[in-house]
């Protein structure tokens, strides 16, 4: 990593929902969702879907076990928690990954509740989260927070609309920005306040695009949105590029590709996410 004011993203998981490798899914991934954002010689992770195994594999053989690292869920649904027990660099007690939530509020769990007792305990998973624990501390935070993380590194967080909620993301680093927003369906008639200001005039915004405006009458209320509302947002909120993320499984490639024609032919800066494509902002 280098210390200059570039952020780097990479995606690591594209899919949501479900994992779904095959076939039919090897130009976009079948990974579920993972980033990895580096500024200067800081490393950020968003998600911990199957796609974080893959990154905590890289590190193991280019970097050794130790990890310092930001990982910040947008929110505990299964698809965005269940590589964690596999992402190997947890499993060195002197590593010190800082692990954040916004999203649980009063909920009855909080972030280490969700993974000590519900994702990494007998009998869903063998291998208890005492393991990582050492490793790791464990933060929730109102949704809403700024975090100054130092080095000229600012994280705004915003709400998202989806069930048991999720935060979106704002990383701003050396006069670049990157909004995350995945895991958040739009409300019809009007744009989002919260997603636009998350992602007004970002250099790069990533937004939950699961299905097409034909698609979506039937999974109403599911908590997702569609790549035509995706180039709604970028439009109003004077977005640079676009990528369409949180691929429903049912997209296979050929579908992925429609999408992408359709999508450039009304804005040439938006496309589908590509997992493993690196990103220099």
């Keep these: 990593m280098t210390s200059e004011s570039t952020i780097r993203l990479k995606f690591w998981g594209t899919r949501g929902s479900i994992p779904c490798p095959g076939p039919e899914t090897v130009r976009y991934g079948g990974n ?35 990890l310092n690292a930001d990982l910040f869920f947008t929110h505990t649904h299964m698809d965005h928690i269940q ?3 596999f992402f190997a660099p947890l499993y060195n007690p ?3 990954v800082r692990l954040h939530a916004g999203h649980l509020g009063d909920q009855k769990y909080d972030l280490l509740g969700i993974i000590g ?13 005492a393991l990582i624990e050492k490793a790791c ?11 100054d993380l130092g080095d000229g590194i600012v ?23 990157l909004a995350i927003c995945t895991d958040t369906e739009h409300y019809e008639g009007k744009l989002d306040d919260e997603v ?51 691929h429903d499984p049912s997209h296979n490639d050929q579908r992925m590709d429609q999408i992408a024609e359709q999508a450039a032919a009304i804005n040439a800066n938006a496309r589908p996410a590509v997992e493993g494509e690196e990103i220099s902002i």
């Design 196 to 246: 636009l200001a998350l992602a007004y005039q970002a250099d790069v915004m990533i937004y939950d695009s699961a299905y097409t405006d034909e698609e979506y009458p039937k999974f109403k209320g599911w908590g997702h949105s569609t790549w035509q509302e995706a180039l709604k947002v970028a439009e109003a909120a004077k977005v640079k590029n676009t990528f369409l993320f949180h």
């Design 32 to 66: 579920t969702t993972c980033f990895e954002v580096t500024c200067g010689d800081r490393r950020i992770i968003v998600d911990a879907g199957t796609g974080i195994r893959l990154l905590g594999k890289k590190i193991m053989l280019e970097e050794g076990n130790f």
């Design 94 to 96: 002197v590593s010190d």
């Design 155 to 177: 994280i705004k967080t915003g709400k998202l609309n989806h069930p048991n909620g999720a935060c979106g993301y704002r990383i701003e680093y050396g006069g670049k920005s």
């Design 83 to 85: 590589g964690l027990p």
């Design 117 to 129: 007792t519900m994702l990494m305990k007998d009998p869903v998973f063998p291998v208890p989260s």
């Design 137 to 147: 501390s464990f933060n929730d935070y109102p949704c809403g927070k700024i975090f």
